[in-house]
């Protein structure tokens, strides 16, 4: 059902931005890579369908911890994180900090991390009751997109994550409004890890 609810909805994601959209799921310890469209500036990194990564090491995983039960989320960040590339933040302080910031503005983006010259920035999927259920990502050539070009896509994700929750049964989607981001860089939270 899953599957259904957000292929079209990823179609229409990709058309809008031009980059790749990936769906993520959790898989025990992992975040397990879904489904993936490419866009027209498409990076071949290695990472396929059916692919898994620590759940710690991406911004899908830590999506997803973000809003797993709050005993789950702990043990998840104490496993530890291989280092993917030399830029894979892998100090359980750092990650938890990611992880916070993700609860309170519905986002997580990391550059460099999973693939070096790759960025991807990932957003929740909820079920009926606002129980999460994967993760919709956006993956670009890093190089390519601004930090001030963030906002656009974090915008376009969550339009995209509502409809996919919604036809879901998640009756209100909790974030996408600019005062979530806004509120988010007021407290300092990016700032700090970046």
Known sequence: SLC??????????LKR????????????????YLIGLEGPMFMDTGWRS????PIGASSAGRVLM??????????LLDLPVP???KNTIRDRATLEKLVAAARVSGYCIQRNETS????????????DGQKIVGALGLAFPSHH???DDEGALIDALHDAARAISQRLGCGVYPFGTVGARVGMADTGALEDIR
């Not at 931005?17 to 397990?32: C, E, F, I, K, N």
């Not at 059916?50 to 990564?53: E, T």
């Not at 973000?66 to 043990?75: G, K, P, T, V």
């Open 50 to 53: 059916a692919s898994s990564v």
């Open 145 to 147: 997109v601004a930090s």
């Open 66 to 75: 973000a809003f797993l039960d709050a005993e789950r989320c702990s043990h």
């Open 116 to 127: 070096l010259g790759l960025g991807v920035v990932s957003v929740p999927l909820f079920r």
């Open 4 to 13: 259904q609810a957000a292929t079209p909805v990823m179609r229409e994601l």
């Open 17 to 32: 931005t031009g980059h790749s959209v990936r769906l993520s799921v959790p898989d025990g310890d992992q975040s397990l």
């Open 83 to 85: 280092p993917i590339t």
